[in-house]
């Protein structure tokens, strides 16, 4: 099963890549955020965003409060620790 974190972006690595620091549940890795970004919604505006993150692209924004509902379950329900490892092992 494949899921999508929540994760907040703390910095742009990389503004001509569309490449930001992502910090999901205290592990920071560098994600592509290509698909959140456009004419409305520049790179240097991401930083603090919460993004939903699959696979190292981020998918999707979420607002604060859907993110920490989104976690809480994710808690809940076990899932968050392996796929916080999973992005701990991923280069």
């Not at 930083?47 to 998918?59: I, T, Y």
Request: proline fraction near 2%; glycine fraction near 8%; charged fraction near 20%.
């Amino acid at each position: 099963m494949c899921l999508g974190i929540p994760g907040q972006i703390v910095k742009i690595t990389d503004a001509a890549n569309s490449l930001a620091l992502v910090d999901v549940g205290g592990v920071r890795r560098v994600i592509n955020i290509a698909f959140i970004v456009d004419d409305e919604q520049a790179v240097a505006a991401c930083v603090g965003e919460w993004v939903l993150v699959h696979v190292g692209f981020a998918m999707s924004r979420l607002d604060e409060e859907e993110a920490a509902r989104t976690l809480a379950l994710l808690h809940e329900l076990g899932v968050t620790q392996a796929e916080v490892e999973e992005i701990r092992g991923a280069p």
